[in-house]
């Protein structure tokens, strides 16, 4: 997706986020018994750390996918795969892994970990129309044509990245 004008940008303050994030933890809370959490980097660290705290989850990997540059959606890259040994844990499948990110817009980063850990429980604190299907779990669903600014994207106004060639 393109970064839209100004009348489709949805921000959302740390406070917003600690709120939706908490209260993706306090709807998952009686869905299952997680034996660890996979966070989708970079947007699901976040929200899998405030997830990982509300439900006493010590076991936390990291599945590196790179589809974002800082406004726009590009090539999808894993740039590291999950722990072979966390996958074999979770009978080869994910069974009782919780999956977390920020956001599924397409849904092409979540049918790519969906590849990865069949059985796992994917939560999103936003999702969009085009991805919703392939989460289990969200909070938030905005429209496709949305553009949502995190708040580690700002400041008094929009952010890049301090290396404008950085990805991800």
């Given at each position: 997706?393109?970064?839209?004008?100004?009348?489709?940008?949805?921000?959302?303050?740390?406070?917003?986020?600690?709120?939706?994030?908490?209260a993706?933890a306090w709807?998952?809370?009686?869905?299952?018994?997680w034996?660890?959490?996979?966070c989708?980097?970079?947007?699901?660290?976040?929200?899998?750390?405030?997830?990982?705290r509300?439900?006493?989850?010590?076991?936390?990997?990291?599945v590196c996918?790179?589809?974002?540059?800082?406004k726009d959606?590009?090539t999808l890259?894993?740039?590291?795969?999950?722990?072979p040994?966390?996958?074999?844990?979770?009978?080869?499948?994910?069974?009782?892994?919780?999956v977390?990110d920020?956001?599924?817009?397409?849904g092409?980063?979540?049918r790519?970990v969906?590849?990865?850990?069949?059985?796992?429980?994917?939560?999103?604190?936003?999702?969009?129309?085009?991805?919703r299907?392939?989460?289990?779990?969200?909070?938030?669903?905005?429209?496709?044509?949305?553009?949502?600014?995190?708040?580690?994207?700002m400041g008094?106004t929009?952010?890049?990245?301090?290396?404008?060639?950085?990805?991800?």
């Open positions: 997706m393109t970064h839209p004008g100004p009348d489709k940008a949805f921000p959302v303050s740390w406070d917003q986020f600690h709120r939706d994030a908490r993706l709807r998952l809370a009686g869905q299952g018994t034996e660890a959490i996979v989708i980097t970079r947007g699901g660290l976040v929200p899998a750390a405030i997830v990982a509300e439900l006493g989850i010590r076991v936390i990997e990291t996918i790179a589809s974002y540059d800082y959606q590009g890259a894993v740039l590291k795969e999950i722990n040994d966390l996958i074999s844990k979770a009978n080869g499948d994910g069974a009782g892994v919780l977390i920020d956001l599924v817009d397409t092409r980063t979540a790519e969906r590849s990865m850990l069949p059985k796992c429980h994917l939560a999103t604190v936003y999702a969009k129309p085009m991805g299907p392939l989460v289990d779990t969200f909070i938030t669903e905005v429209s496709q044509d949305t553009w949502i600014y995190f708040p580690w994207d008094l929009f952010q890049p990245p301090i290396g404008r060639g950085v990805s991800g």
